[in-house]
């Protein structure tokens, strides 16, 4: 009888609280800035909360009664806001208005994060560059941006028009280079997609040190450089963005058209109710730079580049989609010289032009369960050519026809179908957890690959962050591989800690062990011209590789007008079978992709930073050792090292509405050994490239408060080539013996930036 009754009790407790009458609350959750999409909106000791929308908008149901109120994002201050609500009947708590944090690293960080999240608090070591950087950087390209960076080193191909990047000593491959966490497609070794992609539609660039092969596969040796893009998050109905910029080729330059680099960029967003639409066109001319070439030719040859974006995006509660197209046409003009044909008697020439097209398509959502569950899904497909075309001009007639030698008309055409799928789950306060599948399919054909080849690979990965204590986090990872071609390594594992050893002071340890199978190029393309001569090797082993890096991050000061962090770094890469470019042993006038058998890297890094009132400031420096192969038959020193110093100084006068940026770096001379065949023997002999110093001056001005002007210097110590000791600077690649091709001098630019807005 006891238990009826007190079954009766609670069946009628249940009905009493079931019609309790309810009311709602609404608001927008801003900072300076405008809205803040993704803000937590809940009502304390309770589990009844959602994220704000893309407008900042949020709106709760709840009991009639007194509730409190609370506002969380990373990066500002919580809120805490009392609200009554009345029976049957909306509560608006208007604007509220969110502080950001004084007293901590402001940068918030997605790469390889469960959610976002601050990078004093990730277990990774990550530099970011933002939005605002760029922009007062006056950078066209990404390029412009990253060589900046502490550690990055760029090379480039005059014969090919192609730039690669290195980091923490690494290149190529071994660099992954990602858009919004997708990976971009390279035809090659270079990473040549990095200067395809538009500025002007750049958020922020995270860029990782040290592998991450678990969650990002083959290429992710050295690190991971996301390219972030921008969501249209603010507070406008439509936003219409317009910019043009004109920059002088060393002395060279003809206004929009012509000799020196012209930049126009027009970009379009509207969204409502959830619902963003948006367009970006940008078109970048570059006239070339004549150096010391003769003639029509040019040192560095003229290009022309149309990048397009559209896309569409749905937010509401929990649910995140968008849909984005991402299109570049590009032509690389190698304009030869002149001479008088047989056949017309006319003075004549024959050019080459490279034409790239590149069609990319991402497909992302992300679906919030709960607060503890997630689900990410990210889907691309890449079609990807390149072109070369040959034409014989009759400069008397004027009159252009293809030439008809042999391999004078070609095309190669790659594609990518890529899928990954990443469930995240937190399932207490001190675990969560990260897995998720990945398939990556490449195909590739063209007059100068062998047959239709095709490579591809399916992955799972699954990795887990303890925090032991608050002062002990520690990830560790696996990623199981299998590869339609080479055998992977059935489990690769990888470990990131970090340490909080005392108040600002912080260890990250990490390691990772890699695997990288060659690339469709490297295996079956053919490139034959009057400046190269490569061979793909179908013979060719995986690579694999094991990776430890440490950092120690100290917070000097942490003050709201001032803040000093310094980290040091240090890093070892030991790698296996390592692909390079090496002479064919069947044909010593060759170049083919190689093995080699041992490869290391080695170095330390310090990075300092300071921001003090309108002052920002950092100062870095890396010594950075490469494996010498020769050491191990020749009493030869084990690594050959470089040093690099850079600094980025920036100073704002607030009431002017204007800053000022330096940049200044300083690339050390680059040791290496190599074989020379003399009439006696073959000697081994030091090479090295010379050091050099590089640095830019920009000024910004906002006026209007729509319109802001840029203007400033690039490379003011007139760099062009530098020194090269070696026998033959280039290999396949060759710019020339005895130096190396950098820039095209001092040059000038002056931009100016529109943004108008209707709410």
Do not use: C
């Not at 604007?95 to 994060?113: A, C, F, R, S």
């Not at 958020?203 to 921008?230: C, F, H, Q």
């Not at 990490?510 to 009057?530: H, I, K, N, Q, V």
């Amino acid at each position: 009888m006891r238990i009826l009754y007190l079954l009766i009790l609670i069946y009628t407790a249940t009905i009493t609280v079931a019609q309790q009458p309810k009311g709602s609350v609404n608001g927008r959750v801003i900072d300076k800035n405008g809205a803040l999409s993704g803000a937590t909106v809940m009502f304390k000791n309770t589990r009844t909360g959602q994220l704000t929308q893309a407008d900042g908008s949020f709106n709760l149901n709840a009991p009639a009664g007194r509730h409190r109120l609370i506002i969380q994002f990373i990066g500002y201050q919580n809120y805490e806001k009392e609200v009554y609500i009345e029976p049957n009947r909306i509560t608006n708590a208007g604007d509220i208005l969110l502080n950001e944090k004084t007293n901590e690293l402001q940068d918030v960080v997605i790469t390889g994060q469960f959610g976002p999240q601050s990078i004093r608090n990730s277990v990774y070591q990550i530099r970011t560059i933002t939005n605002e950087q760029i922009r007062l950087r006056g950078a066209t390209s990404i390029q412009n941006v990253l060589n900046t960076e502490l550690g990055m080193r760029f090379s480039n191909d005059l014969t090919l028009g192609t730039t690669d990047v290195q980091l923490m000593g690494m290149s190529g491959q071994n660099v992954k280079v990602l858009l919004d966490g997708v990976p971009l497609v390279d035809r090659g070794s270079t990473r040549e997609s990095i200067g395809q992609i538009d500025i002007n539609i750049i958020d922020r660039i995270e860029i990782v040190e040290g592998p991450m092969s678990v969650t990002y596969g083959t290429d992710a040796l050295a690190g991971v450089i996301n390219i972030i893009t921008k969501k249209n998050e603010s507070e406008a109905t439509w936003t219409l963005t317009a910019r043009a910029q004109e920059e002088t080729s060393a002395q060279e330059y003809k206004p929009f058209q012509g000799a020196g680099t012209h930049n126009e960029f027009l970009g379009l967003g509207w969204q409502k109710k959830g619902w963003q639409v948006s367009g970006n066109f940008s078109r970048n001319f570059f006239g070339g730079w004549q150096g010391s070439s003769i003639g029509r030719a040019k040192e560095w040859m003229p290009k022309e580049q149309y990048l397009s974006t559209a896309g569409v995006s749905y937010r509401t509660e929990k649910l995140n989609a968008w849909y984005r197209f991402n299109g570049t046409n590009e032509t690389l003009k190698s304009l030869g010289n002149t001479y008088v044909s047989t056949q017309t008697n006319n003075l004549s020439a024959t050019d080459q032009y490279y034409i790239t097209n590149r069609w990319f398509h991402q497909l992302q959502a992300e679906y919030q369960f709960n607060t503890k569950n997630n689900l990410i899904a990210a889907l691309s497909y890449t079609d990807y050519s390149r072109k070369t075309q040959t034409t014989d001009i009759d400069l008397v007639r004027n009159r252009r026809t293809l030439s008809l030698v042999d391999g004078a008309q070609d095309k190669s055409l790659f594609q990518t179908s890529f899928v990954r799928v990443t469930a995240q789950h937190k399932p207490t306060e001190h675990i969560s957890v990260q897995h998720g599948v990945e398939i990556n399919i490449n195909s590739s054909s063209g007059a100068r690959i062998e047959g239709t080849p095709t490579i591809n690979e399916f992955a799972y990965f699954i990795s887990s962050e303890f925090k032991l204590n608050p002062n002990i986090n520690i990830r560790p990872g696996l990623r199981f591989l299998k590869n339609s071609v080479y055998d992977a390594p059935p489990v690769i594992p990888s470990v990131n800690t970090k340490f909080k050893l005392a108040k600002g002071l912080d260890l990250r340890i990490a390691y990772a062990r890699g695997f990288r199978s060659p690339a469709l190029r490297e295996l079956y393309f053919t490139f034959f011209d009057s400046n190269h001569a490569i061979r793909g090797n179908t013979n060719l082993k995986a690579e694999n590789s094991n990776s430890f890096n440490a950092f120690l991050s100290y917070q000097l000061i942490n003050k709201a007008e001032l803040r000093v962090n310094t980290t040091l770094g240090g890093f070892y890469n030991f790698f296996n079978n390592l692909i390079s470019i090496g002479i064919d042993p069947n044909d010593t006038r060759v170049s083919t992709y190689i093995n080699i058998d041992t490869y290391k890297t080695t170095g330390i890094t310090w990075n300092n930073t300071i921001f003090w009132n309108n002052l920002q400031a950092t100062l870095g420096y890396s010594y950075i050792g490469r494996f010498n192969r020769f050491s191990a038959t020749e009493s030869l020193p084990e690594f050959v090292w470089s040093n690099e110093i850079n600094s980025n100084i920036r100073y704002s006068f607030p009431k002017l509405g204007a800053s000022i940026n330096f940049f200044y770096k300083y690339t050390g001379k680059q040791p290496s050994y190599q074989a020379v065949s003399t009439e006696a023997a073959l000697q081994t002999r030091l090479a090295e490239t010379s050091g050099f110093h590089t640095s830019d001056l920009t000024f910004n001005k906002i006026f209007y408060k729509h319109f802001s002007l840029l203007a400033g210097v690039r490379n003011l110590f007139n760099v062009t080539r530098i020194n090269n000791t070696a026998v033959d600077t280039g290999g396949a690649h060759s710019a020339g013996s005895g130096s190396v091709p950098m820039s095209y001098g001092r040059s000038y630019f002056l931009g100016l930036t529109a943004q108008l807005s209707k709410h």
